[in-house]
């Protein structure tokens, strides 16, 4: 099994950030069959203040190359993506677009 671990921002607005809670109470099934699809077997995002933390756990077969070109190719995740950055805001120093930052693990007991 692979691990990765993110981190994003959201807006700093209480409104937004419950709306944000919300959907992901109730992902689209759509996402939830890609995500299994890609090869994730788990996934995990906490939240404090307006700060993301998201883990995902992927079979041998998964890969962020792989999982990114079936979303390119997805309508419902690209209209889910769109949605959901409307919430969101990149980490500082972020590119142009650039969503979730890949975090480096740095401690593992």
């Not at 109730?26 to 890609?34: F, Y």
């Not at 307006?50 to 419902?76: A, P, V």
């Amino acid at each position: 099994m692979v691990r990765y671990c993110f981190a994003l921002d959201l807006k700093n607005d209480h409104k937004l950030i419950r709306e944000y809670v919300n959907y992901h109470k109730a992902v689209w099934p759509e996402i939830l069959e890609s995500m299994k699809a890609s090869g994730i077997l788990n996934s995990e995002i906490y939240l404090i203040q307006n700060r993301l933390f998201m883990i995902i756990e992927g079979n041998e077969s998964f890969s962020l190359l792989k999982k990114s070109h079936m979303d390119s190719k997805n309508e419902i995740v690209q209209k889910w993506e769109t949605l959901m950055w409307n919430y969101q805001q990149a980490l500082p120093k972020s590119k142009p677009g650039e969503k979730w930052k890949l975090m480096e693990c740095i401690f593992k007991l």
